[in-house]
């Protein structure tokens, strides 16, 4: 099929009498032939179906896809109709590329996964992919990440969600949202029928507007509460504070859809962490990431409480780099003995002092988690207990890895088992 797919791309060139693009050539011919690294091969079931263009590989680094390129690739598209996922992550695709991709999304019903991922995507392009979608029916993931749309993008791609009902993922981080799309993309996934997995990570702060954290974060939790089939939500670099962290808590305690929670990289503190144990006793959350934070001890005690006492579902947490010292984390030690869900625990970064380091090392010692379900590894120096940061599986959840959102959290554990190892 590949050798067909070269074949029709270097016709497509010699028709336009475009010498074809030799990384593009080179790919399509030794694909097979060398290891699919860069693309995760092992995580998809039919990855027979991925057309990986992405830039970031070796026989592509020196030999970017431009726009001009583009056109053969559609062309050859047409006849391969056994790919389902374009993935053209770092390259050199504008807003002229974009606009001839939104014409072959137009009348394409095949590719149903599309990265873009890191190219040079604007305003104009960002619209033009946003109209192809109000007609498409077949793209189920998007990806336009790391592209510089800005407030007008967002609102394009608002504005094509009241319309289209067939997307299911998609990835906005990194993107220059300001408020304004913020607040319509948010308010239209309060109803929205079918994203499951939305990243809107990293916006551009909005200092001339007074609180404008929290009046997004009461956007979120509106939404939270209002959505019943989102499943995974990333919000990442909002700066959102203890009383946003409060309404988010609250509202998601009506939220029976969402599995997978990423607060990473804001401000909540120890005080914030006193509304996370009514939150896990009624909502439905498998992973909560909670990551480069200040929760400190006092915030890491009112999770291992809510572990304790108030959650059975919650299989993944991630409290790296919070400045949890020893008392916070012997702790959670304790606590994760007696709570038997909980199968992935990333707690590297924060303050290993001894007692922490023999009571993380006791979880290992009785085989609580899997070594590849915990980021730390005892060791030992001059009769004395250190960690150290070991080898995970913490980058299945990285925005690089190109992994299914149904196979990010950990599937379900034999309780039976876990609990005679506590």
């Keep these: 099929m590949l050798k067909e797919l070269k074949h029709s791309y270097e016709q497509a060139s010699t028709k336009t009498k475009q010498r074809p693009n030799q990384g593009i050539v080179e790919t399509l011919s030794t694909l097979r032939e060398r290891s699919l690294r860069y693309i995760d091969e092992s995580t998809y079931?039919?990855?027979?179906?991925?057309?990986?263009?992405?830039?970031?590989?070796?026989?592509?680094?020196?030999?970017?896809i431009h726009d001009n390129d583009l056109p053969h690739i559609f062309e050859a598209l047409r006849t391969a109709t056994m790919i389902t996922h374009l993935d053209l992550r770092y390259n050199r695709i504008s807003d002229e590329g974009a606009g001839l991709l939104a014409n072959f999304l137009i009348n394409d019903q095949y590719i149903s996964i599309l990265n873009l991922q890191g190219n040079d995507i604007h305003r104009k392009g960002t619209q033009s992919i946003a109209n192809s979608l109000k007609t498409n029916t077949a793209l189920s993931s998007l990806s336009l990440a790391d592209n510089n749309i800005g407030k007008e993008g967002g609102m394009a791609?608002?504005?094509?969600?009241?319309?289209?009902?067939?997307?299911?993922?998609?990835?906005?981080?990194?993107?220059?949202?300001?408020?304004?799309?913020?607040?319509?993309?948010?308010?239209?996934?309060?109803y929205n029928p079918s994203l499951k997995t939305v990243d809107l990570s990293r916006p551009v702060p909005q200092y001339q507007h007074t609180n404008w954290v929290d009046d997004i974060a009461i956007h979120i939790a509106q939404m939270l509460e209002k959505n019943t089939v989102l499943q995974e939500l990333h919000i990442q670099k909002y700066e959102i504070r203890d009383i946003g962290f409060m309404w988010i808590c609250q509202k998601m305690q009506h939220n029976q859809t969402l599995y997978f929670l990423d607060l990473s990289c804001n401000r909540i503190t120890r005080d914030g962490a006193v509304y996370i144990a009514p939150m896990l006793e009624k909502?439905?959350?498998?992973?909560?990431?909670?990551?480069?934070?200040?929760?400190?001890?006092?915030?890491?005690?009112?999770?291992?409480?809510?572990?304790?006492?108030?959650?059975?579902?919650?299989?993944?947490?991630?409290?790296?780099?919070?400045?949890?010292?020893?008392?916070?984390?012997?702790?959670?030690?304790?606590?994760?003995?007696?709570?038997?869900?909980?199968?992935?625990?990333?707690?590297?970064?924060?303050?290993?002092?001894?007692?922490?380091?023999?009571?993380?090392?006791?979880?290992?010692?009785?085989?609580?988690?899997?070594?590849?379900?915990?980021?730390?590894?005892?060791?030992?120096?001059?009769?004395?207990?250190?960690?150290?940061?070991?080898?995970?599986?913490?980058?299945?959840?990285?925005?690089?890895?190109?992994?299914?959102?149904?196979?990010?959290?950990?599937?379900?554990?034999n309780r039976e088992v876990l609990s005679e190892r506590a």
């Excluded at 039919?46 to 970031?56: A, E």
């Excluded at 289209?164 to 300001?178: F, T």
């Excluded at 919650?314 to 008392?327: C, F, P, T, V």
Aim: hydrophobic content about 40%; charged content about 25%.
């Design 157 to 190: 791609m608002a504005e094509t969600l009241q319309i289209n009902i067939n997307l299911e993922h998609l990835n906005l981080a990194n993107c220059d949202l300001e408020m304004n799309s913020l607040v319509a993309l948010l308010t239209v996934l309060r």
């Design 45 to 64: 079931q039919n990855y027979d179906r991925i057309l990986p263009l992405n830039g970031n590989q070796p026989t592509l680094n020196k030999f970017r």
């Design 283 to 413: 909502c439905s959350l498998l992973r909560l990431n909670l990551a480069f934070n200040r929760l400190e001890d006092e915030g890491a005690g009112h999770i291992a409480t809510a572990l304790l006492h108030s959650n059975s579902r919650l299989r993944s947490l991630d409290i790296r780099w919070n400045n949890i010292k020893g008392d916070g984390l012997c702790s959670l030690a304790d606590a994760v003995k007696f709570n038997s869900a909980l199968m992935e625990l990333f707690v590297w970064g924060n303050v290993n002092e001894e007692r922490a380091c023999l009571a993380l090392e006791n979880l290992l010692k009785i085989r609580r988690f899997e070594p590849d379900n915990i980021d730390i590894s005892p060791y030992r120096v001059d009769a004395r207990t250190y960690l150290a940061e070991s080898i995970n599986n913490l980058d299945k959840y990285s925005y690089w890895k190109q992994v299914e959102p149904r196979l990010r959290i950990q599937p379900a554990v």
